[in-house]
């Protein structure tokens, strides 16, 4: 089929250990999903529904690679993440069946312009240009389910040249990730190809161009990012 322009190259993301990749279809993104998070940033973590937001596909930023500190900010911030990708499609999924859906597993950073998200929070708009910028979706390979399991527990972290800013347990989280696809897919038909970062612990915090944020889960890759 003939286009106006070359249309970019597929977004994807490497697979541990094959030379095959992981075609990205849509990056969705939850809130205020760790108790002490929800706290720090001056909310109350009661059991509602979780917040749902998005980033643009080309967002990503693979293990090792250079991140330019974004533009707008003057304070931009690191949340380490565990990343969920999905296999099989799926529309109102059951909770019960919601892990069939899942690939495999994966450390992400949801970088955010906590400058503007709070200025939009408090105009009570969206937090699209907080959230859905250039390089904002950083992300290691992608380990299949069939080979690291199900991760429902394990230590989460994050260090910033070394120090610890982010500690916490997956079990942690308000909405495990059969409760989050569940949720999700009454809003959304998910498809093979959906990446869903789950949420951030406590710590979050500025980084500045020269600093190296490293962090991991569990049973996963360390992802390691220098700001430029």
């Given at each position: 089929?003939?286009?106006?322009?070359?249309?970019?190259?597929?977004?994807?993301?490497?697979?541990?250990?094959?030379?095959?990749?992981?075609?990205?279809?849509?990056?969705?993104?939850?809130?205020?999903?760790?108790?002490?998070?929800?706290?720090?940033?001056?909310?109350?973590?009661?059991?509602?529904?979780?917040?749902?937001?998005?980033?643009?596909?080309?967002?990503?930023?693979?293990?090792?690679?250079?991140?330019?500190?974004?533009?707008?900010?003057?304070?931009?911030?690191?949340?380490?993440?565990?990343?969920?990708?999905?296999?099989?499609?799926?529309?109102?999924?059951?909770?019960?069946?919601?892990?069939?859906?899942?690939?495999?597993?994966?450390?992400?950073?949801?970088?955010?312009?906590?400058?503007?998200?709070?200025m939009a929070k408090e105009a009570g708009r969206p937090?699209?240009?907080?959230?859905?910028?250039?390089?904002?979706?950083?992300?290691?390979?992608?380990?299949?389910?069939?080979?690291v399991g199900h991760l429902e527990r394990g230590r989460?972290?994050?260090?910033v040249n070394g120090v610890n800013r982010q500690e916490?347990?997956?079990?942690?989280?308000?909405?495990?990730?059969?409760?989050?696809?569940?949720?999700?897919?009454?809003?959304?038909?998910?498809?093979?190809?959906?990446?869903?970062?789950?949420?951030?612990?406590?710590?979050?915090?500025?980084?500045?161009?020269?600093?190296?944020?490293?962090?991991?889960?569990?049973?996963?890759?360390?992802?390691?990012?220098?700001?430029?």
């Open positions: 089929m003939p286009y106006l322009f070359t249309p970019p190259e597929p977004v994807s993301v490497a697979i541990a250990g094959e030379s095959i990749r992981f075609p990205v279809h849509r990056i969705y993104c939850v809130g205020r999903n760790y108790a002490e998070h929800v706290r720090e940033m001056g909310n109350n973590p009661v059991e509602e529904p979780p917040v749902f937001f998005s980033k643009p596909a080309d967002a990503i930023v693979a293990n090792g690679v250079d991140i330019p500190y974004a533009s707008r900010t003057k304070n931009l911030h690191y949340e380490i993440e565990l990343v969920v990708a999905l296999g099989k499609p799926g529309r109102s999924i059951a909770t019960a069946q919601a892990l069939e859906h899942v690939y495999g597993y994966a450390v992400g950073n949801d970088y955010t312009r906590r400058d503007l998200q709070a937090w699209d240009v907080a959230k859905g910028f250039d390089h904002s979706a950083a992300i290691t390979a992608i380990h299949p389910a069939s080979r989460i972290w994050l260090n916490a347990d997956l079990s942690d989280m308000i909405w495990n990730v059969p409760a989050v696809i569940a949720e999700l897919s009454t809003f959304f038909e998910l498809c093979a190809g959906d990446l869903i970062y789950m949420g951030t612990p406590a710590g979050v915090g500025p980084v500045k161009v020269g600093d190296v944020v490293t962090g991991g889960v569990d049973g996963l890759d360390i992802l390691e990012n220098r700001i430029v």
